[in-house]
């Protein structure tokens, strides 16, 4: 489910535990538009496909394209990235041997041949080979019940795996192929310390789309409701955080929904930040909405913030139509977004 498809609605009837909250809570590093020494207009070309009928994830991968469809009827494409040509589709959908049922996120993978795709629903990763004809992985992995207070999962170097918490103490933990946890990276008591908040209801506030580079060992988590960013290196063991460009954190409720506190936060009203985003070579590449639902309609994400793996801000470029989900071929320098407009396909973008 997408970040910002978890935000809920007020709901009238319920019992409203406190009032409205927003903050001074965080002392991590904090940039501004100004402090972009480049920004940069980019003008993009559309590519619609018949045979994608709702684009959604999208990743770049050795001149692949490879789409997620939320159609229902297909769920996974590859594209020619050069040509921007349709090549197939990829996995069957479903429940038995060799399929999926859903797709939640797609994954490089630490492989220069195959992929990997998570879906939520099935509790399973599936890793297919980049180029070949057939519609079934080649390989898969379950997800362990040891897993499953991890809303979000990624592949990592020798099958583990590594996992945004939204139950529990800690922020991030780096899980071996059983489940067994092998690190662990910040607690989300230290994020609001001055609040005496269940773990469960901090990491909801601070929710986002987990992206990485496994290769690099670079994971982050862009918030959608405040422009909170964690960076996190597994080969060096640390975390980052920095906040920008905005500085923005809502005003929000907490309210008794069936017995269980919820965080209740209004995106009519308050902004949402990062949609998603691409971890690349040296490059961290955020999708930045900067806007609440009120005067979004389907104009999501134009303007993609560039940071270095320290977090420093090195160039705002600002597109010409409007992206969902992005990713990055830095080698030939093109950006390409999933559109969810009235006529759905893939922009490019040269940057």
């Given at each position: ?296 309609g389907n104009d999501n994400v134009k303007d993609i913030l560039v940071l270095d793996f320290d ?41």
């Amino acid at each position: 489910m997408k970040g910002f498809g978890l935000l809920l609605s007020l709901i009238i009837g319920l019992n409203f535990l406190t009032g409205c909250f927003s903050k001074e809570h965080s002392e991590s590093n904090k940039f501004t538009f100004d402090d972009f020494p480049e920004k940069k207009q980019l003008t993009g070309k559309k590519y619609v496909f018949p045979e994608i009928l709702v684009p959604s994830r999208i990743l770049y991968k050795n001149g692949k394209l490879i789409v997620s469809d939320r159609s229902g009827l297909a769920i996974l494409h590859r594209i020619n990235a050069k040509k921007m040509s349709y090549e197939q589709e990829k996995a069957k959908i479903g429940w038995g041997p060799n399929e999926l049922p859903s797709v939640w996120s797609i994954d490089s993978g630490v492989s220069n041949d195959t992929f990997w795709v998570y879906s939520s629903s099935g509790k399973l990763f599936a890793e297919f080979d980049l180029a070949d004809s057939t519609k079934s992985f080649k390989s898969s992995l379950k997800q362990t019940e040891k897993m499953y207070l991890a809303t979000q999962l990624t592949i990592t170097e020798n099958n583990s795996f590594f996992g945004f918490m939204i139950n529990g103490e800690d922020q991030f933990v780096l899980f071996d192929s059983l489940g067994n946890i092998k690190s662990r990276f910040g607690k989300w008591s230290e994020v609001m310390p001055e609040l005496s908040y269940d773990p469960y209801l901090i990491a909801d506030l601070h929710y986002g789309d987990l992206i990485g580079n496994s290769n690099q060992g670079i994971f982050a988590l862009p918030s959608i409701r405040t422009d909170r960013i964690e960076i996190i290196d597994l080969n060096k063991q640390t975390k980052k955080v920095v906040e920008g460009p905005v500085n923005h954190f809502p005003e929000y409720k907490i309210i008794n929904s069936g017995g269980e506190e919820v965080i209740v936060v209004d995106s009519f009203k308050e902004m949402l930040t990062y949609n998603t985003g691409f971890v690349g070579g040296e490059m961290i590449f955020l999708a930045f909405i900067g806007k609440n639902r009120a005067k979004m309609g389907n104009d999501n994400v134009k303007d993609i913030l560039v940071l270095d793996f320290d977090g420093k801000p090195v160039v705002h470029y600002v597109l010409d139509q409007s992206v969902l989900n992005i990713t990055v071929d830095e080698v030939n320098r093109k950006i390409y977004g999933t559109t969810i407009d009235e006529e759905p396909g893939i922009l490019v973008f040269d940057y």
